[in-house]
C-alpha cells in the first residue's frame, strides 16, 4: 500500500488529476502544466514549551532541624535544587505582598493559619491529592491552605522550681506565687502568643465573646509584672534555664527541650488548648509553579510525615500517621480550633493586652 501511494505522490508532480480523481487526460493531449499552487500562509511559529525547572525558593519560619528533615531528601528524590529564605511567617506574608507584581518565592512553610487566612489573594488554589489522606478538620477548605502538622498549646512547668505549685490550667497561672515568674512573649512579636491570646479570650471567657475573656487576660497581664519577651523561642529557654517557673507555648518547643533533658514537664490546660495547625502555601504566579506543587505533595505525603514526626516530635495531620511516642494522644486532654480573626479584631486584641501590661 505505501508503494501505490508513493507512486501517485510522483505521478501527481508531472499529471493533471480529474476532480473525481484516478484517470489520466487522453494521451494525444500533452498534459496542461499544473498550475502553480497559491503559496500557503504562513503557520505561527509554535511556542516552544517552556523547560523544567530544576529550582524551588521556599520562605518559611522553619529551625533548622525541621528544614534538615525536609529539604534535602526532597531535593534528592526530585533533582531539585531547593532555596530557603528564613523569617518571621508575619515577615514572610509582608515580604509576597511586596513582590507580589513579580514572585520571587513559590512556597512558604510554616506559621499559623491564622497568618496567612487575611491574605489569601496571595495564595494559589491549588488542593493536593494527599488532602484526601487528611484528617477532616484539617482538611484544605480554602482550596488555598494546606496543613501538615497539629500544634497544641500547653503551659510549660520547670520541674526544679515548680515545688507544690498545683497547676491544671490556665486559671492556675493567677496563683500569687507566680506573680513575676511567667514567660510569655508579645503577641505583636510573636505569631505563637497571638495564638496563645485568642486561645485565653476564648476559653476564659464564655466561648463566643472573646471580650468576655478581657477579666482573665488582665489579671494574667498583671501577673507577668511588666515582663514580656520579644520572641516565642525566649519562652521555653526561659522556663528551662530556671528564669521563669512556667511559660505559655506550645508542643513542639517542649518536645526539644525534653529531647535535651531540661527539667521540663508540660501540663495541658483542663480549659481548653488551641490546636495550631502548620500551613504550607503557593504563592500565587510562583516562577516555578510545578515544582511547589510536587512540594506541597511531599510535604502532606506519608514518608515525610513520618520522618518529621520522628524526627521532631510533630502531630501529623493524616489519617494513617500515628503520634509521636512522647505525646499524649489528642483524645486524653481538650482541644479547641485556633481563633481566625479579621484584621481589625487582631489590632483590638494587641491593643488591648498592650494596655493590660503597660497601662
Not at 42 to 47: K, M, N, R, S
Not at 96 to 106: L, S
Not at 229 to 253: I, N
Not at 304 to 319: C, I, K, L, P, T
Request: glycine share 8%; hydrophobic share 45%; charged share 25%.
Amino acid at each position: 500500500m505505501k508503494k501505490i501511494l508513493a507512486m501517485i505522490l510522483a505521478l501527481m508532480m508531472v499529471l493533471s488529476l480529474t476532480a473525481c480523481g484516478g484517470s489520466k487526460a487522453p494521451a494525444e493531449e500533452p498534459a496542461p502544466a499544473p498550475e502553480a499552487a497559491a503559496p500557503e500562509a504562513e503557520a505561527p511559529a509554535e511556542e516552544a514549551p517552556a523547560a523544567k525547572s530544576d529550582k524551588l525558593v521556599v520562605y518559611s519560619p522553619w529551625s533548622d532541624v525541621e528544614l534538615e528533615i525536609a529539604i534535602p531528601a526532597f531535593e534528592e528524590q526530585y533533582g531539585i535544587d531547593v532555596e530557603v529564605i528564613s523569617g518571621g511567617a508575619g515577615e514572610l506574608v509582608a515580604r509576597v505582598e511586596a513582590e507580589k507584581a513579580d514572585p520571587q518565592g513559590d512556597v512558604i512553610l510554616g506559621g499559623s493559619v491564622g497568618v496567612f487566612m487575611p491574605a489569601l489573594d496571595l495564595w494559589e488554589e491549588y488542593v493536593s491529592p494527599e488532602d484526601a489522606n487528611i484528617v477532616d478538620a484539617y482538611k484544605n477548605t480554602t482550596g488555598k491552605i494546606s496543613t501538615y502538622c497539629i500544634v497544641p498549646t500547653l503551659i510549660l512547668a520547670n520541674t526544679n522550681l515548680i515545688g507544690d505549685i498545683e497547676i491544671n490550667g490556665w486559671g492556675d497561672l493567677l496563683n500569687p506565687e507566680l506573680k513575676g515568674k511567667i514567660a510569655f512573649a508579645d503577641p505583636a512579636a510573636s505569631s505563637l502568643s497571638n495564638v496563645l491570646m485568642f486561645n485565653l479570650l476564648t476559653v476564659m471567657g464564655d466561648g463566643k465573646d472573646l471580650d468576655t475573656g478581657w477579666d482573665f487576660v488582665n489579671k494574667l497581664a498583671d501577673q507577668l509584672d511588666g515582663k514580656v519577651l520579644s520572641g516565642s523561642s525566649k519562652v521555653p529557654k526561659g522556663v528551662a534555664d530556671g528564669e521563669y517557673t512556667v511559660g505559655l507555648t506550645h508542643e513542639l518547643y517542649y518536645a526539644t527541650y525534653l529531647a535535651d533533658n531540661a527539667p521540663v514537664k508540660a501540663i495541658y490546660p483542663e480549659e481548653g488548648s488551641a490546636a495550631i495547625a502548620g500551613p504550607a502555601v503557593i504563592i500565587k504566579n510562583a516562577p516555578n509553579m510545578e515544582n511547589a506543587k510536587l512540594f506541597i505533595d511531599y510535604i502532606l505525603g506519608q514518608d515525610f510525615q513520618e520522618r518529621y514526626r520522628d524526627g521532631h516530635d510533630a502531630r501529623s495531620v493524616r489519617v494513617d500517621v500515628s503520634a509521636p511516642g512522647t505525646m499524649p494522644s489528642l483524645d486524653s486532654f481538650k482541644i479547641i480550633p485556633e481563633v481566625v480573626a479579621d484584621a481589625d479584631t487582631q489590632n483590638a486584641v494587641l491593643e488591648g493586652f498592650k494596655d493590660a501590661v503597660y497601662g
